[in-house]
């Protein structure tokens, strides 16, 4: 599920652009409206693509992350991500990068 205790200002024009692939995807940044918050919320929105492979790749980089931290005590090796499916066709996947 998208993290949706967020609360959001506006976005970032100028980060903003569309990806390089078949469908086009949206590559949004959108302003954190918290002042506490310095980091922008980074989503990319999907149409006319079946994001449920996205999902089900995410799972598996998670479990495989998991396995890492357990057995060589490595975390965040893969950042964190969520991907919802809104409907068949289209859907959001949110980002947290942290620096």
């Known amino acids: 599920m998208i993290y949706v205790r967020v ?17 086009l995807p949206l590559w949004l940044v959108i302003k954190n409206a918290d002042k506490m ?3 922008p919320i980074y989503t990319m929105f999907k149409a006319g693509d079946d994001l449920r492979q996205d999902m089900l790749t995410l799972q598996l980089m998670k479990i495989m992350e998991n396995m ?8 965040g090796l893969f950042g964190n991500c ?14 947290w990068i942290f620096g």
């Open 68 to 75: 890492a931290l357990l057995k060589f005590q490595v975390a």
């Open 37 to 39: 918050v310095k980091e």
């Open 7 to 23: 609360k959001i200002c506006g976005f970032e024009v100028k980060k903003c652009k569309y990806m390089d692939s078949k469908k």
């Open 82 to 95: 969520i991907c919802t499916c809104i409907f068949l066709s289209f859907g959001l996947k949110q980002t």
